[in-house]
Nanobody
Framework: QVQLVESGGGLVQPGGSLRLSCAASGFGLGYFAIGWFRQVAGEEREGVSCVRTGGGVTYYTDSVKGRFTISRDNAKNTVYLQMNSLKPEDTAVYYC????????????????????WGQGTQVTVSS
């Protein structure tokens, strides 16, 4: 069974931090690029970050550069999103997804090409 499970979301105050995890089961994620996306109710899903198979090539949407860090531990079959200096506008449901490496580029972080998705974890940034 192929499954992705996000965890680590919650309620934090502005300026706080969270680390999201994306754990894979039923397959090894080492051959995939991993993307983190977020979605606010009524809005389109937004690409936040992605990482290539080896972990050395990463991309971020402009709004999170310098605050978020994506990483992967293929031995643990897990990808992380460290989120620092959180802002209210970061509030969303965050999803991880898998794609072929060609879909993780600097030009865009698009849901297109991501074949497997988790169920999401809620991140709320509010005072």
């Amino acid at each position: 069974q192929v499954q992705l499970v996000e965890s680590g979301g919650g309620l934090v105050q502005p300026g706080g931090s969270l680390r999201l995890s994306c754990a894979a089961s039923g397959f090894g994620l080492g051959y995939f690029a991993i993307g983190w996306f977020r979605q606010v109710a009524g809005e389109e899903r937004e690409g936040v970050s992605c990482v290539r198979t080896g972990g050395g090539v990463t991309y971020y949407t402009d709004s999170v550069k310098g605050r978020f860090t994506i990483s992967r531990d293929n031995a643990k079959n897990t990808v992380y999103l460290q989120m620092n200096s959180l802002k209210p506008e970061d509030t969303a449901v965050y999803y991880c997804a898998l794609a072929s490496p060609q879909y993780c580029t600097g030009s865009e972080i698009s849901p297109d090409g991501y074949n497997y998705w988790g169920q999401g974890t809620q991140v709320t940034v509010s005072s």
